[in-house]
């Protein structure tokens, strides 16, 4: 009898405690899923697929920029789309953040088709968040690069801050500890930031960004010097050519790979060996003893950089996305379904 009462107690106080979780607590996390849409939307892959592949086809430059969008979006609030969402009369969206202004329209274009032939098929079932992590697994296999699993069902945001995104992203102008601790603060490794940033064999970097290393240039102690020392003589002076005229043209741009800018390969790591790093944040990457070892594990072997940057990039993926009531499925990726405001009402979805 005592017996039974105290099991009975017990069982209580585990419902009860179980009962203060359902109601203080997080909603326990929805799994997401590869397959996610087999039901509901089973040619979504296929369609955003041959979408993104025709746009890569006609501008070469959405696969570098697409990549950094969706960076972008996860690093800030999570994989949530909220990058995606234009600014309005009403509200500033993370677009006007000033590290977002370079993001290229074409990247933004990828997404806005993917999501439109989406709509036509199956409307209102795939989220913009889901559409931007898949067209960077295309970009990246089509151009060269590894193929990893992308988990679905993310939800979308229902906010855009324009002040986060200078916040969260790591600038060009960081030291190597600042990126480190960045990276660490969103559960990432050292070896992961490393394998990351080999998302650089890609894409370009507008003059502005390593004008610093090229022209005026001064070391730690204030010295001056033709340029920063770190770079191959011949890479620098012919930077200093090409960007001469970036401050009446700032839309003058280097390759972020000068040996291979279209090929997702590992020659980006082989290259800071060289010295032939673009931004002062990948040539540090070779000098700074944390780093070091992964950029010379990389350049040795292309293997085990796709090994990592697959993994590394799954799980940027997974990086705070939004489930359930969280989120919403968007209509359109550039704005919330409740409207142009700062705080739309959610949907049940
Ligand atoms: C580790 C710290 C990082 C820093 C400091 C950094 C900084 C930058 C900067 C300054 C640019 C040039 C932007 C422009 O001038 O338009 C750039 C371009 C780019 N970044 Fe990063 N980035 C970092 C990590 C990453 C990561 C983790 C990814 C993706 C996984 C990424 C993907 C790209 C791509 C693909 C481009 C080329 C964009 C284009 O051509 O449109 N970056 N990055």
Redesign the pocket.
């Known amino acids: 009898m005592q017996r039974t009462s105290l099991l009975l107690l017990a069982a209580a106080a585990f419902l009860s405690a179980a009962m203060v979780a359902v109601h203080a607590g997080p909603p326990p996390p929805v799994k997401l899923s590869p397959d996610f849409y087999s039901q509901t939307c089973p040619r979504a892959e296929r369609i955003i697929a041959e979408v993104i592949q025709s746009k890569q086809m006609a501008n070469p430059?959405t696969?570098?920029?697409v990549?950094?969008v969706?960076?972008h979006d996860c690093?800030v609030t999570g994989c949530d789309a909220s990058v995606l969402i234009a600014p309005t009369h009403y509200a500033k969206s993370e677009k006007d953040a000033d590290?977002n202004h370079?993001?290229?329209g074409d990247?933004f274009d990828a997404v806005v088709r993917s999501k439109l032939a989406l709509e036509l098929e199956c409307p209102g079932v795939v989220s913009c968040a889901d559409v931007l992590a898949l067209a960077s697994r295309v970009l990246v296999t089509m151009t060269g690069g590894p193929r990893y699993p992308v988990p679905l069902g993310r939800k979308d945001s229902l906010s855009s801050s324009p002040t986060t995104p200078d916040v969260e992203?790591?600038?060009?102008n960081?030291t190597i500890g600042r990126?480190i601790e960045?990276?660490v603060a969103k559960g990432f490794t050292v070896q992961e930031?490393v394998a990351?940033?080999?998302?650089?064999t890609?894409?370009?970097?507008?003059c502005?960004?390593f004008a610093s290393r090229i022209y005026n240039y001064r070391d730690k102690g204030g010295n001056p010097a033709p340029f920063d020392p770190s770079m191959n003589p011949t890479y620098a002076k012919g930077l200093q050519a090409a960007c001469q005229d970036y401050q009446k043209d700032p839309t003058i741009?280097a390759f972020?790979d000068i040996m291979t800018p279209g090929k997702f390969d590992n020659m980006y790591y082989v290259n800071l060996e060289r010295g032939l790093g673009l931004?002062s944040?990948?040539e540090d990457l070779w000098s700074d003893v944390r780093t070091k070892p992964f950029v010379q594990r990389y350049a040795a072997n292309n293997t085990d950089f796709f090994e990592d940057f697959a993994k590394?990039?799954e799980k940027?993926s997974m990086y705070g996305v939004k489930t359930g009531a969280d989120g919403e499925i968007r209509r359109r990726c550039d704005t919330y379904n409740g409207g142009p405001t700062t705080s739309p009402l959610p949907t049940t979805q």
């Open positions: 430059t696969a570098a920029g990549l950094r969706f960076f690093f590290i370079s993001l290229p990247a992203l790591p600038h060009s960081f990126i960045l990276f930031m990351l940033s080999g998302a650089h890609l894409g370009f970097s507008h502005q960004e741009a972020n931004l944040t990948d590394a990039m940027l």
